[in-house]
Structure formats: C-alpha cells, structure tokens
C-alpha cells in the first residue's frame, strides 16, 4: 500500500518562514490535505485541494504541490503554531486514506 | 453548529467487541462522507474507515478489514464502528471525522470529534 514520509521534526525561529514537506507516489494523482494537532486535542484542518484554507485557518498557512512532493508553508511562525503537522492523502486504487507520519514544529 | 460527539469507548479483553458511536447534529448528514481515525498513544494519525457520502461504498484500512464495521444511521444522524476480534494493537483514541467529499472522492477531513479511547487489555 502507498505511504506519505514526513520529516519527525523540524523548528524553526519565531517570526521566520518554514516548510514542512510529505512524499509519496499517491501525491501524483491526490492533492494532500494538511492538519495541525495540538497536545490533546483533535487534528484540525489547514488546507485540502493543495491550497485552499477551511474558514478560519490563518493566511501565513499554504500549501503546495510538485510530483509526489507536497508542503505546508508556514510564513511568519507564531509560537501558537508549535504543533505536530500531518498530510495525508487518497490511495487512487483502492480510495484508502494515507496520512505521514507527523511533523512536530517547535518554534524558537 | 457542527459538532461530533463519539461514545462507546472502554476497555475490552482480546478477541472482544464493542461499538463506537458519534453523533452528528447540526449539519446535513447525508452531505457528507464521515471517516474513523484512530491514534495510538503517542503515535501518529491512522485512518480506520469510511462511508461515502451517498452510502454507495465502505472502505477499510487492510489492519482492520473484516473486523470492524462502519455503518451509519440517517434517521438519528449517528455514525457506528463496530469492532471484533479485539487485538491489542487496536488500542488507541479514536476520532470521527466529517469528509465533504470535494471533487466526489474522499479526502480533506474538515471537522474532527474529540475522540474516545479503546484499551484491548487483559
């Protein structure tokens, strides 16, 4: 079955730009969506359609897409944004969902 | 306003059932695609299953195929997993997750239940 990589972390300065990113074959054929999970709290929808934010979702969050390589751009990190990151995504064959394995952000 | 409320968690010993619920008022039910994902401690995200958003198909993830169930209830806007066999590999939070089923297929998760946790312990 198809898999999406994930960097486990990545941090970044107070106030700067970061890209998380998420590879993997379903990435040609299904645009990833992406979610931010707090600690003990539900995920929450950032963008889906490659980049389109649910209402809501703050404008220093967007999301990209090159072959089988998908990122989440953060520009201007807040410390509110230090979080574990997911993408994920739809197995075109079989129409399973597939989400990496998370990204925590730490923001410095 | 949207919410989902799961029940029915608990702990269970191996080889045991039990059934999960949410509850999904406030948004047109059979609009929507709705999705398990579970979560194991300190794990990462896992998707479970899905019932399409007209009902025309179920889809389950390989681990969990041919012992869970999901089913869903349009008279009372409820959501159902039912899980046998019980492995203590299934241990996790569990979430429900609504899918507006952009472009037709499933996909973007756009509002998450806060979860219910299932032990399968002995």
């Known amino acids: 079955s198809s898999e999406l990589t994930q960097d486990p972390a990545v941090s970044v300065a107070l106030g700067q730009t970061v890209r998380i990113t998420c590879q993997g074959d379903?990435?040609?054929?299904?645009?990833p969506s992406w979610y931010q999970q707090k600690p003990g709290q539900a995920p929450v929808l950032l963008i889906h359609?490659?980049?389109n934010r649910p209402s809501g979702i703050p404008d220093r969050f967007s999301g990209s897409t090159s072959g089988k390589t998908g990122s989440l751009t953060i520009t201007g990190a807040q410390a509110e944004d230090e979080a574990d990151y997911y993408c994920n995504s739809r197995d075109s064959v079989d129409n399973h969902l597939i989400f990496g394995g998370g990204t925590r952000l730490t923001v410095l | 306003q949207v919410q989902l409320l799961e029940s029915g968690g608990g702990v269970v010993q191996p080889g045991g059932s039990l059934r999960l619920s949410c509850a999904a008022p406030?948004?047109?039910?059979?609009?929507?695609?709705l999705h398990w994902v579970r979560q194991a401690a300190g794990k990462g995200l896992e998707w479970v299953a899905v019932i399409w958003y007209d009902d025309s198909q179920e889809n389950y993830a390989d681990s969990v195929k041919g012992r869970f169930t999901i089913s869903r209830d349009h008279s009372n806007n409820m959501l159902y997993l039912q899980m046998n066999s019980l492995r203590g590999d299934d241990t996790a939070v569990y979430y429900c997750?609504?899918?507006?089923?952009?472009?037709?297929?499933?996909?973007?998760?756009?509002?998450w239940g806060q979860g219910t946790p299932v032990t399968v312990s002995s």
């Open positions: 359609g490659n980049d």
């Open positions: 406030g948004f047109s039910f059979r609009s929507y695609g």
């Open positions: 379903s990435l040609r054929n299904s645009y």
């Open positions: 997750a609504r899918d507006p089923f952009y472009g037709g297929l499933p996909g973007a998760l756009d509002f």
